[in-house]
């Protein structure tokens, strides 16, 4: 289990002191974290920083070395303005109020959210550094912007989070090359999430998203340094365009590493694109108007990485995800529409595929791509924007939500609801709004045209669950001229999409809200904040998904995450064995996709394996996965590399109690292991004693704490990309 080091100890605090000629300094207090940031020599920066609750003396910083907290990159009369320096103190004090609605879990008479009011005359800038403390292991940081002058502010970037992480003496007699490595996610591409693993940094690296959306790949690091084995979490809560960069400082007998984490500037879109004018900017700001950048969650932690992973996972669940609505359960068993029927719905064919999901003992139905548009099906993309029910199915949406909810399970309906197909009704009323094939939510008209299209689905349908797709990737596509700029419109988009959302969800607080972008396109803390769970990739076939699985799980609670078993994939059949592919499926929110064609094609091998699975999944999967705790036993795989013989990718899930436990294990190559594999759990404890039983044989071994803990648990799998689930039952 994840180590205590006094975690219940949840402080919060920030103790301010006066500096040296009118400087300020600000400690923050969170838990174990303490971050001592100061106002000098025009500069709001950091001072130093611990993740063990132990402060570091005076004399071991120094004030003239004092590198900004933040970036802004700004334009003023299309001319460059240094921001970096210049800032005074206005204000500060503890907040009330919650300016990012997105974060939950906030105890307003404990929790601080403390604000920092700077003002730069010569930028004519004001700045609010916003931290929130809320005695966890992280520590969430934002700013307000804010133009003080009678003209435009053009930004060109905007990093909420900026500067050194590290600054030490060289240790040579401590690790062996470069003493500074990260992980970040080595893919950008779809169907190739979760690529999360580490690089020495032998120089700088800048990583991003230029695609309009956060993208395949996630806004989150762990910058780690080898010399005393501190790692850096973190993840920046943004759904567009984004950059981070990384850059290591070897001088001499000295060392450092220092991270930007921020929007993709223009800079790089100028790089991008040349024929984009000069002018450009990711933010104009007219006189007086203000702007609030996404928020940055950190964490320096001094921790194995299975425990990094569970802090995480706290953070994730206590302060970003929204909770449930009110007597859903979480990790309900889904059967999507999207098998036997893709591009070939009908009334009849739909009905059989729902009787066959109740059969299974499924609890939500979804119908997905394919219900909508005037013109033929098998048009799926082209149609998107005509949300009505396509007149291959006569009866209506309504009839199909009535049969569901009469079979007493939930329905759900999917839409991408920020797209215009080719063949749309809308692309011909509304060109204007229409960006390749994505609407632009920067335009007001666009934003409240598609918050009223929802709301018009919620209610003539009689949906329980919302699910969004986002297959666009609108880069830097979508600007208009501003003032004397021209303006990319990535985040006010982002702003509109998550007003579109906030509203929904106020305004229909039972209804569940499901994240979907081409697959894992968008599984940024801002985007999982506004839903209930999330789609973490279309890619559905073994041994990659597993893979894929395995990254996303070191920062995302599994029991959000869509893992879909059925036929929709060409070929899906071929890559495993069907309790494979079960075990893999009941390992997050199961989706079935294309159980049988029909109740008299369910072979009764099928139903059974199937209902096998999920009554597994039902008694003793889902009762610990939402708040499980969860070790890596293979972490840091690359997701696109041919499985190696004998290689596995080894996932262990625990209660919180310590109660049960469970081991899955997945061959990712054709060649079986010679030997069995000797695992040892880490939630075991030496004096209690434990039930082991393989899910495959169904034999079950009784042993001590001690023994387990001596031994490890042996699994052996016999077939090429096979699989073993090891449930561990304490029964003393």
């Known amino acids: 289990m994840a180590k205590k080091k006094n975690k219940e100890s949840k402080e919060v605090d920030v103790f301010t002191q006066s500096l040296p000629e009118g400087g300020a300094e600000f400690c923050y207090v969170s838990g174990r974290q303490l971050l001592s940031e100061c106002v000098v020599n025009g500069v709001y920066g950091m001072r130093w920083r611990s993740g063990e609750g132990q402060v570091v003396p005076e004399f071991h910083t120094d004030l003239n070395a004092i590198s900004p907290s933040f970036k802004i990159g700004l334009l003023r009369e299309k001319k460059p303005v240094d921001s970096s320096y210049g800032w005074e103190l206005e204000n500060s004090g503890r907040l009330v109020h919650m300016p990012l609605e997105e974060l939950r879990g906030i105890n307003a008479e404990k929790d601080i959210i403390y604000g920092v009011k700077l003002l730069n005359r010569d930028a ?65 591409s779809w169907g190739r999430e979760g690529d999360f693993r580490f690089d020495r940094l032998e120089s700088s690296l800048s990583i991003g998203s230029a695609r309009g959306k956060s993208g395949f790949g996630r806004p989150a690091v762990w910058l780690r340094n080898r010399c005393g084995n501190e790692t850096l979490v973190l993840e920046y809560a943004w759904s567009g365009s984004w950059q981070m960069n990384i850059t290591p400082e070897y001088e001499g007998d000295k060392v450092g590493c220092s991270v930007e984490a921020g929007m993709l500037p223009s800079t790089e879109l100028l790089r991008l694109d040349p024929a984009l004018p000069e002018n450009y900017a990711i933010r104009v700001l007219s006189p007086g108007e203000k702007v609030v950048t996404p928020a940055v969650h950190m964490a320096l932690l001094r921790e194995p990485f299975s425990t990094i992973v569970q802090l995480t996972h706290e953070h994730i669940r206590n302060l970003v995800l929204p909770k449930l609505p009110a007597g859903v359960r979480a990790c309900q068993i889904e059967a999507n529409h999207r098998g036997y029927l893709c591009d070939r719905e009908s009334d009849d064919g739909i009905r059989r595929d729902i009787d066959i999901a109740v059969s299974m003992g499924v609890e939500t139905y979804v119908i997905d791509a394919g219900w909508y548009g005037k013109n033929e099906r098998n048009s799926w993309p082209d149609n998107a924007g005509d949300w009505v029910p396509g007149p291959w199915l006569e009866k209506g949406i309504k009839s199909i939500a009535k049969y569901v909810h009469d079979k007493r399970m939930r329905f759900g309906l999917w839409c991408e609801i920020e797209a215009a197909g080719s063949q749309s009704s809308l692309r011909a009323r509304h060109p204007e709004w229409v960006v390749g094939r994505c609407l632009d939510l920067s335009i007001p008209d666009c934003e409240d045209h598609c918050t009223s299209e929802i709301c018009r689905i919620v209610e003539d349908y009689k949906i329980d669950m919302f699910r969004i797709d986002h297959n666009n990737d609108i880069g830097h596509s979508m600007s208009r001229v501003r003032e004397e700029y021209v303006e990319n419109t990535n985040w006010r988009y982002y702003e509109a999409f998550v007003r579109m959302m906030r509203k929904v969800k106020r305004k229909y607080p039972a209804l569940e809200l499901q994240n979907c972008a081409g697959g894992g396109g968008r599984l940024d803390l801002m985007t999982l904040s506004l839903f209930h769970h999330t789609e973490f990739t279309d890619w559905l076939r073994r041994p990659r998904t597993t893979r894929i699985y395995n990254g996303l799980t070191m920062a995302l609670p599994p029991h959000i995450l869509l893992y879909t078993f059925g036929t929709e994939t060409r070929d899906l059949s071929t890559d495993a064995d069907i309790e494979t592919q079960l075990r893999a499926a009941i390992l997050g929110r199961p989706i079935l996709r294309g159980i049988a064609p029909s ?10 394996t199937i209902k096998d699975k999920l009554e597994l999944y039902k ?71 434990y039930s082991v039983t393989y899910d495959s044989t169904g034999d079950r071994l009784r042993l001590t704490g001690q023994e387990i803990m001596q031994n490890g648990i042996l699994c052996r799998i016999e077939s090429g990309f096979g699989s073993e689930l090891i449930l561990i039952r304490r029964d003393d």
């Open 124 to 188: 004519e800038l004001r700045v609010t550094v916003y931290t929130l403390l809320n005695g966890s292991d992280f520590i969430v940081r934002w700013l307000e912007i804010e133009n003080v002058s009678l003209g435009a502010a053009a930004l060109t970037e905007a990093y909420p989070f900026s500067g050194p992480v590290w600054r030490q003496a060289k240790r040579e007699e401590a690790v062996e090359g470069a003493p500074f490595e990260v992980a970040y996610s080595h893919e950008n």
């Open 599 to 608: 109740e008299k094609q369910l072979t009764s091998y099928l139903k059974d």
């Open 619 to 689: 008694s003793f999967i889902r009762p610990m996965l939402e708040n499980c705790l969860m070790w890596h036993h293979t972490p840091f795989q690359p997701v696109m590399r041919p499985g190696k013989p004998g290689e596995e990718t080894i996932f262990e899930f625990a209660s919180t109690d310590g109660l049960r436990g469970m081991l899955a294990v997945f061959e990712n190559s054709d060649v079986p292991p010679e030997k069995p594999t000797v695992i040892y759990p880490h939630f075991i404890r030496p004096n209690r004693s």
